[in-house]
């Protein structure tokens, strides 16, 4: 298959291209550390094939994109994390993050769709912090929050097309983005976790890839609630 995998330059998007590229796959290797993304040709030779942009520079990753073949699976993982504080509310911060996590995916859409035919894969990196509204996460969750609406409008308009489009929503994932968390991380797994459960889940073309399962269902049956008992509780646990 050829695949293009954004953010491959660490965590769980680098384990996933050394996993696909392991099993004989190509992979298109996104990132903006290019020494890192040349690494990952020494051991993999013409299977990796390294383009550094930043997704946040649409013109720059049209270009970089543009004569990119036909793909069959596209992940769109690239992102970032910071936190906010309510009662000092960062403009700038909330910024930083959507432009990353939310527009920085939508100007890979624009450069990927066209490279997308009948039968080819679309994958949305979101996170389980998208089914439940988490103090400090205003900016992360919102934006992840939008990647799963994103990814359900596009599972409806691409699949006309036949292009299956999935969400992926992990829990705490062990990877330099949560190694700067200041807070526990129940059922935090590995990157070898995270890159089998995301494959597995690709390869049988589930709409929505959640791990570890028994945090991620406790935190989807916490969503059904009504808003006012999700608010208790949360307030309760994460805040006292
Ligand atoms: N770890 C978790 O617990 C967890 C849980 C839920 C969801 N996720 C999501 O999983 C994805 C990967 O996270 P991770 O934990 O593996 O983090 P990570 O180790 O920090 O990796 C983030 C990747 O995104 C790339 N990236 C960041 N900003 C970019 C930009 N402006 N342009 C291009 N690439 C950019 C980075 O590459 P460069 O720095 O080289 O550009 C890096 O390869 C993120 O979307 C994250 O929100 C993670």
Redesign the pocket.
Known sequence: MKILI?????????KLAQDYMAAGNTVYC????QS??HQLVGPFGDKAIPI?????DREGCLAALASLPELDLVIL?????EYIDANDFDAACFERVL???LI?LANCLQALIPKLAAGSSLSL?????SYLPLPRAEA?GAS?AAIEYLAKTLAITLGKEGIHVSY???????????DLNDFP?PM?VD?EF?SRRIRQGLERKQREIHFPRLFTGFMKTLSLLPFAWQRFLLSKVLMS
């Open positions: 954004t953010g491959t330059t660490s965590g769980i998007g680098l996104c990132g903006r550390n890192v993304l550094s942009f930043d997704v946040q993982n690239a992102g970032t994390c432009r990353i996590n920085g990196m979101g996170s389980s912090s992360y992840k992926i929503a992990p829990g705490f994932v062990e990877t330099p983005l949560t991380m935090r990157v995270a």
